[in-house]
């Protein structure tokens, strides 16, 4: 069973940046699809970017076009999420999740079969 651990997060001033990471372990990421979705106190979780089987990306939430940046390295079994001008309004929990329809046309959580635990972000000064 696909295992996924995030790092990265932490406590950002606004105009910052942070670089998160998912690693993948017991199988490998190139089967997946690999989203990034956060959830922010008192609030749904939303989908944020998603990085797809093909190396397509998508970025679901208007808010961070511009700002955010997908990526993986299937090498290291690893997705990234490099985030900068970093604003208040983007602290959360981030979460990272494996989709095996390889695609990232949906971002209903309940197709991403795999989660990792959580990482924290906290953006301001």
């Known amino acids: 069973q696909l295992q996924l651990v995030e790092s990265g997060g932490g406590l950002v001033q606004p105009g910052g940046s942070l670089r998160l990471s998912c690693v993948a372990s017991?199988?490998?990421?190139?089967?997946?699809?690999i989203g990034w979705f956060r959830q922010a106190p008192g609030k749904e979780r939303e989908g944020v970017s998603c990085?797809?089987?093909?190396?397509?990306?998508?970025y679901w939430a208007d808010s961070v076009k511009g700002r955010f940046t997908i990526s993986r390295d299937n090498a290291k079994n690893t997705v990234y999420l490099q985030m900068t001008s970093l604003k208040p309004e983007d602290t959360a929990v981030y979460y990272c999740?494996?989709?095996?329809?390889?695609?990232?046309?949906?971002?209903?959580?309940?197709?991403?079969?795999?989660w990792g635990q959580g990482t924290h972000v906290t953006v301001s000064s």
């Open positions: 017991r199988w490998t990421l190139e089967t997946y699809a």
């Open positions: 990085a797809s089987v093909s190396d397509g990306v998508t």
């Open positions: 999740a494996a989709n095996p329809r390889r695609t990232c046309l949906s971002q209903n959580p309940a197709e991403y079969h795999y």
